[in-house]
């Protein structure tokens, strides 16, 4: 597989878009990007407007320059709203230094590649991020024109498609993360803080040092800041360097102003401050419209970002994005998930020594929660070592609950080929479905009894994960009156009568297909 990744390679010319600004007008250029002039209200129009839009993966990105209260004669920090920039597959190949109509398998490798690749971000003294700076009793972040996305979420919520940064206080690493959070007061963000996250174990460790978390979000950079933000990069690699290398260029950071946090010095806003452990200080926050199509984490306290700076660009732009996947009914998250999660699933797998894996694939419309996997099949229990080895990583927090498995033959981009596999070659009594109970996984997961996730009783959610193992059993004997081979044979057109075929073709009256 590595000459696979070589190749791919040379088949990526990175882009630095230098910022949001920049990708906008990129999209602008390649005809990816539909402007809005005329007034949306920020309550539920606009959202509604994604939804329509986004369907099923083939919209525009959307700019609305007009919303509902943030006009020009308003005191804000910001009047227009982007979102949709990687809701289809086109934009994140262009993200990729891909051309725009790359296979999904390729961008799967090209994530795979950068993956495994590092720039080192820069650290520099200026940015546009500090054109303009708001602090203490001037703090009003309701002057952002944050949507409310769903008529039943809980609030406006801004924390939907930003980079949240936190920092180890151990080492000093930094971690990038999406995490939820909503318009509390003038100056407070309830957020959704689990302690299996990253960031929940940033925030237990500065809870044991009796301290408050320094977070900083930020909105609207280069597409890789989501990107990356919303991937699940091992612990220790630093999302920036990874953001580096997709642009093929250092990462400009620069330091926040009341913490040590760096964020990139273009970015369009960010908001900074603290996360307190004491639970007298948290707010009511809930429900979302979530990544499972439904409304999850109900209305309950939860911990709060205490706002103390919030640093901007002139004529800012505020980055956010519609939650929530249903069939037929995609998003960004669902579409960048579905190449992240297969790319971070395949280097999981080759660094467990799974040999044979020659493609892996998450279907769009459950963000990863199904992984499909195609191997060449050498060893009986080849599959379920696949399987062992994707649960056992981090990267299943919230992800990977079913897995399929198939052999090469099979096309896992083709729902049909893997549910004709499931229907020929899977019997529940020869060990083909294997449940793994008790496992961790996603809080937000209606099918897990509500007891069951209480983040702060039990930190994560509980699955019952299922592999299906839709391989030929290499358990069956080699039978003689199949050829020597332990399924009869299939039913495919002998090559010499297809190659006869072929070459009548246009004689039958049919058109070329070549």
Request: hydrophobic share 35%; net charge negative.
């Amino acid at each position: 597989m590595s000459n696979e990744l070589g190749a791919m390679h040379n088949k990526i010319v990175p882009r630095a878009f230098e910022d949001l600004r920049g990708w906008i007008e990129a999209l602008r250029a390649e005809g990816e990007l539909q402007e809005i002039d005329v007034e949306v209200d920020w309550d539920c129009e606009l959202g509604t407007v994604a939804r329509k839009t986004f369907g099923t993966g083939e919209g525009p990105a959307l700019l609305f320059n007009n919303i509902t209260g943030y006009g020009p004669g308003d005191d804000v920090y910001s009047r227009k709203v982007f979102t949709g920039g990687l809701s289809n597959y086109t934009r994140v190949a262009m993200m990729l230094g891909l051309p725009k109509d790359a296979p999904v398998r390729d961008l799967v490798l090209a994530t795979r590649h950068f993956l495994q690749q590092r720039v080192k971000p820069e650290e520099v003294k200026e940015g546009a991020v500090k054109e303009n700076i708001v602090m203490g009793d001037d703090i009003d972040i309701y002057k952002i024109p944050v949507p409310r996305w769903h008529r039943e979420d809980g609030g406006r919520y801004i924390n939907t498609y930003q980079a949240t940064i936190t920092m180890d206080p151990d080492t000093g690493q930094h971690n990038l993360g999406i995490y939820r959070g909503m318009l509390g007061s003038k100056d407070t963000l309830p957020v959704l803080l689990w302690r299996a996250q990253n960031w929940g174990v940033h925030f237990q460790k500065w809870a044991d040092r009796g301290m408050k978390m320094p977070v900083a979000h930020v909105y609207g950079w280069e597409p890789s800041l989501p990107y990356c933000a919303s991937a699940p990069i091992p612990t220790g690699v630093s999302e920036y360097e990874v953001m580096g290398a997709i642009r093929g260029k250092p990462v400009e950071l620069i330091k926040c102003e009341t913490s040590d946090l760096m964020v990139p010095a273009n970015a369009e806003m960010v908001i900074e401050g603290f996360i307190d452990p004491d639970p007298e200080t948290f707010e009511m926050e809930g429900p979302f419209g979530e990544y499972t199509g439904y409304f999850g984490g109900d209305q309950g306290p939860k911990h709060v970002t205490k706002v103390t700076a919030v640093t901007y660009r002139n004529d800012s732009i505020h980055r956010g994005t519609l939650e929530g996947t249903l069939p037929k009914m995609l998003n960004e998250n669902s579409i960048t998930s579905s190449v992240q999660r297969a790319g971070v699933a395949w280097n999981v797998l080759e660094r467990a020594g799974v040999p044979g894996v020659t493609d892996v694939h998450c279907p769009a419309a459950n963000n990863g929660t199904t992984l499909m996997i195609q191997l060449h099949q050498t060893y009986r229990g080849q599959a379920k070592q696949a399987a062992a080895a994707i649960w056992g990583s981090n990267s299943a927090h919230l992800r990977y609950k079913n897995i399929w498995v198939v052999d090469e033959d099979i096309d896992i981009h083709d729902y049909g080929a893997v549910d004709w596999a499931f229907a020929y070659r899977v019997n529940a009594a020869e060990d083909d479905i294997v449940f793994f109970p008790g496992s961790f996984g996603s809080l937000l997961d209606p099918s897990t009894r509500l007891r069951d996730r209480d983040p702060m009783k039990f930190g994560t959610g509980k699955w019952c994960r299922v592999l299906i193992d839709a391989t030929v059993n290499l358990d069956f004997d080699l039978e003689d009156q199949y050829g020597g081979e332990r399924y009869p044979p299939m039913v495919y057109p002998h090559k010499e009568d297809m190659d006869k075929v072929n070459a009548r073709w246009e004689e039958y009256g049919f058109k070329s297909d070549k």
